[in-house]
């Protein structure tokens, strides 16, 4: 493994490199809604350039995206998130390679899984998971409250695209990667 990420050596950070949005999972069960997506881009400056990964399709608007779902190899897409400046995403191997890799993430995180990838606090100084408390996680992605083969998971549809901004706002704070800098020049 080591052989194979070490060709994607990470580039010098660079005044308005880019953030990855990994928008789907394995299951549409455990992805976060689309609409939710686009809200959550909303609220980025025109001037932030984002790159959409994953394997279905998905259309966002915003100034200045670069929609490549369905359009990259797992290497293209992996050499993405190695170099961006940020990576906010479901619960999965984009998301979790991005800070594993010292890359500053949010993720978006239901309780099928709950404990098992993450929240972990080894990492809480790199990925900020956002996410609904439940009295039921985790569950295995069996859930009681509906049927996930029609149905999203009540997990997921409950965390507001306020909280996914929030926890963007605390590691561009944090890691000075000037997203609102427009804001805070205000």
């Given at each position: 493994y080591v052989a194979f990420f070490s060709k994607f050596k990470k580039k010098e950070?660079?005044?308005?490199?880019?953030i990855v949005l990994v928008v789907d999972a394995g299951e549409e069960y455990r992805s976060y809604d689309?609409?939710?997506?686009q809200m959550v881009v909303d609220n980025f400056p025109a001037t932030s350039k984002m790159v959409v990964l994953g394997s279905k399709k998905i259309s966002l608007q915003h100034a200045n995206?670069?929609?490549?779902t369905d359009?990259?190899?797992l290497t293209e897409a992996i050499e993405l998130v190695l170099n961006a400046d940020l990576t906010i995403g479901?619960?999965?191997?984009?998301?979790?390679?991005?800070?594993l890799s010292g890359i500053p993430t949010v993720c978006v995180l239901g309780g099928g899984?709950?404990?098992?990838?993450?929240?972990?606090?080894?990492?809480?100084?790199l990925v900020e998971c956002v996410y609904e408390p439940r009295e039921c996680a985790p569950c295995g992605w069996r859930c009681n409250y509906t049927d996930l083969r029609r149905f999203k998971a009540p997990c997921?549809?409950?965390?507001?695209?306020e909280k996914v901004v929030a926890a963007v706002r605390r590691l561009d704070k944090k890691f000075d990667l000037?997203?609102?800098?427009?804001?805070?020049?205000?």
């Open positions: 950070r660079q005044e308005g490199g880019y689309h609409h939710n997506w995206i670069a929609n490549l359009r990259t190899t479901n619960e999965t191997g984009l998301t979790h390679l991005a800070y899984h709950w404990g098992r990838f993450l929240p972990w606090d080894i990492f809480d100084d997921m549809e409950r965390i507001l695209p000037q997203i609102f800098k427009a804001d805070c020049a205000a």
